[in-house]
């Protein structure tokens, strides 16, 4: 926060500079440090009201205010960059460069509006990506099964505004998939927030049902709770609601779906957490002989698990596992996001080197942190799976 702080006042010294350098009035230069007192004073507030004890609607206005606070001081950043070019024919006792400012104002004018292009339209422009995934031992009548994949809802972010995810509904019912499976982190904080969402996530229908496992988010370990007891029945009513919705809940649990004599295992693993997220999943306790010959699919929110533990790991027998959880941190331009860093399976498509276990990982479809997706769509993801031809 300090640090934060201090940078933000060179920041807006510098730029007080350059405006009282090119201004004509006085006044112009004392509105901007006026603004820049009033920003701070916003930021101060903002964090220093309550996330994990307060409000659903007070966490969303905090990520609301915060958003805010960055629109225009990531600019100002930009600003400051570009316009720091135009000081290089210093070096050589030369003349500043005046272009330099003028394009750092336009970049910085081009990224607030960027910005909120990703907060007011963006975040709720639904995109549907159609994969045909190929396995050697898929069941014949499992040929052509499609599966419609969608993940981190995070509801609370609506608060109780149901149009967004009412879209959502219909768009996916409107694929006629044969499943609908969830990968977690259907709220932010506590289960409560699911609770104006349930007469419409019920409506999901398919033929063989919707099956979901839960994230990290749905755990209740990101509020402070009164007891063990309070936190103990928010799970419970987690359950009871995803039943009450018509949902097959897998906590470290599994499934079959049959088609005439074949058969396929949906697998369903709580969350699997790489530091500092809980490590919940049990895959043993899930299906406990992962090399039998039957097919498997596993719902596994976190991708990390299958990087770990399934990826090119022989005595796994799991063709296909559906993830979430990156959000493809919500930034992704020209097919490059800067998950990439956190996590080498980001966002849709990966195979290990065997080819023998795929991974899909769903980009998702609400937000948190920050109320805004910039270039990273919202995510409805329909798998179609087909049997290898030779």
Not at 78 to 106: D, E, T
Not at 224 to 232: E, G, N, V, Y
Not at 273 to 281: A, I, S
């Amino acid at each position: 926060m300090i640090i934060l702080m201090v940078v933000n006042v060179f920041v807006d010294y510098y730029i007080w500079r350059r405006i009282i350098s090119v201004a004509r009035r006085r006044f112009w230069g004392v509105a901007y440090a006026w603004s820049s007192l009033l920003c701070l004073l916003f930021l101060v507030v903002t964090v220093c009201l309550p996330r994990r004890s307060g409000s659903d609607a007070m966490l969303v206005c905090i990520m609301w205010m915060l958003y805010a606070y960055f629109s225009i001081y990531i600019p100002k950043y930009f600003f400051c960059l570009i316009s720091f070019i135009g000081y290089i024919p210093k070096l050589w006792h030369g003349r500043r460069w005046g272009w330099a400012s003028i394009a750092g104002a336009i970049v910085a004018l081009s990224l607030f509006v960027v910005m909120w292009w990703a907060a007011l339209v963006n975040r709720t422009s639904i995109n549907v990506n159609y994969v045909d995934a190929e396995f050697d031992n898929l069941p014949e009548q499992f040929d052509g099964y499609r599966i419609a994949q969608f993940s981190d809802f995070h509801v609370g972010t609506y608060g109780t505004d149901t149009t967004f995810v009412a879209e959502v509904v219909d768009c996916i019912n409107n694929q006629g998939a044969d499943a609908i499976m969830f990968t977690g982190d259907i709220v932010n904080r506590r289960t409560d927030e699911l609770l104006p969402f349930v007469n419409v996530l019920s409506r999901l229908d398919a033929a063989d049902g919707v099956y979901s496992v839960l994230g990290n988010h749905d755990y209740g370990d990101y509020s402070t709770w009164k007891s063990d007891d309070a936190k103990r029945g928010n799970m419970e009513l987690m359950c009871r609601l995803q039943k009450d919705m018509g949902w097959r809940l897998l906590n470290n649990e599994s499934e079959f779906i049959r088609r005439g004599g074949d058969s396929i295992a949906v697998v369903g693993v709580e969350n699997w957490g790489d530091p500092p997220f809980t490590v919940y999943g049990d895959l043993d306790k899930a299906y406990p002989q992962q090399s039998d010959s039957t097919f498997k699919l596993l719902m596994s929110h976190n991708p990390a698990h299958w990087v770990e533990e399934i990826a090119d790991n022989d005595t796994v027998n799991i063709g296909l596992t559906l993830s979430g959880h990156t959000h493809a941190m919500q930034m992704a331009v020209g097919g490059v996001s800067p998950a990439v860093w956190r996590y080498p399976t980001w966002g849709g498509e990966y195979n290990d080197s065997t080819c023998r276990h795929k991974l899909y990982v769903n980009i998702g479809l609400g937000t948190v942190a920050i109320p805004a997706r910039i270039g990273a769509t919202p995510e409805i993801t329909v798998i179609t799976l087909k049997k290898t031809r030779n």
